[in-house]
């Protein structure tokens, strides 16, 4: 082999393009929650409430704490605390305590999805589609560019 360094690259490139599509296929998976909200939602802070928990053969999801305004009412203020299980609780894991941002339904606050979730604990992972989303697009950029 005359140029080890060819292949290294070559290598290399092929690992950051893989790496760049499958987070680019969670990011997407992930912004698709707004899709099941229906609507593009108004966005507020809370926190998760409860972890999933299981109960004999019953597995209950988490639940979110948030304050948004009472229902049929969208432009009160949001004063009413709701206790509800997010649209997309299956697209990552959310513990007790975590700091949460939502987007709700105006026209029924009590539908949920969570867009941003932040953990101040050590080793602990934070979610953002679109911080996931740029790091994809990134990664198959870097991938590509090696390659020419």
Do not use: C
Request: glycine residues 10%; proline residues 9%; aromatic residues 6%.
């Amino acid at each position: 082999m005359d140029q080890p360094w060819l292949t290294i690259t070559l290598v290399m490139a092929a690992g950051a393009l893989a790496l760049g599509i499958a987070i680019l296929r969670t990011a997407l998976s992930q912004r698709r929650a707004l899709g099941r909200l229906g609507v593009r939602g108004v966005r507020t802070r809370g926190e998760v409430a409860r972890g999933a928990r299981r109960e004999g053969p019953t597995v209950h999801p988490p639940q979110v704490r948030y304050q948004a305004p009472t229902v049929g009412r969208p432009d009160a203020p949001p004063t009413q605390t709701y206790r509800r299980t997010p649209l997309n609780h299956e697209s990552h894991p959310l513990h007790a305590g975590i700091p949460v941002v939502l987007r709700y339904d105006p026209a029924d606050p009590r539908r949920v999805v969570v867009v941003h979730t932040k953990d101040g604990r050590p080793g602990m992972v934070s979610y953002s589609a679109t911080a996931n989303l740029t790091w994809g697009i990134f990664f198959v950029l870097f991938g590509v560019g090696a390659f020419l």
